[in-house]
């Protein structure tokens, strides 16, 4: 079973910066696209930035420029390193994996979520 795991958020005041990482486990998968998504109270869940396994990038536009999505290294692992932080990026970040799960040659959709981890941004 493909797993995500994310690290790195915490308690920051307004102007700092963090990273986030998101590692992918499991077996006899493949990854199209990684992405971060964050959930603020009250609102809706929301794409922050993504990444293709060909290295193609999208951005929110109220991170660009600000927010940093790495490649997906050798690990399965992404980042997501955030500067300038605003109070207005206080949410609950989620990594989400899009991709296929191989059973011998043959491959069904797969759609993977992290548990998520809280940024908090303070003024």
């Known amino acids: 079973q493909v797993q995500l795991v994310e690290s790195g958020g915490g308690l920051v005041q307004a102007g700092g910066s963090l990273r986030l990482s998101c590692a992918a486990s499991?077996?006899?998968?493949?990854?199209?696209?990684m992405a971060w998504y964050r959930q603020a109270p009250g609102k809706q869940r929301e794409l922050v930035a993504a990444?293709?396994?060909?290295?193609?990038?999208n951005y929110a536009d109220s991170v660009k420029g600000r927010f940093t999505i790495s490649d997906i290294n050798d690990k399965n692992t992404i980042y997501l390193q955030m500067n300038s932080l605003k109070t207005e990026d206080t949410a609950v970040y989620y990594c989400?994996?899009?991709?296929?799960?191989?059973?011998?040659?043959?491959?069904?959709?797969?759609?993977?979520w992290g548990q998520g981890t809280l940024v908090t941004v303070s003024s």
């Open positions: 989400a994996l899009d991709g296929a799960q191989w059973y011998g040659v043959e491959a069904s959709y797969l759609q993977v």
């Open positions: 499991g077996s006899d998968f493949s990854i199209n696209t």
């Open positions: 990444i293709t396994s060909g290295g193609s990038t």
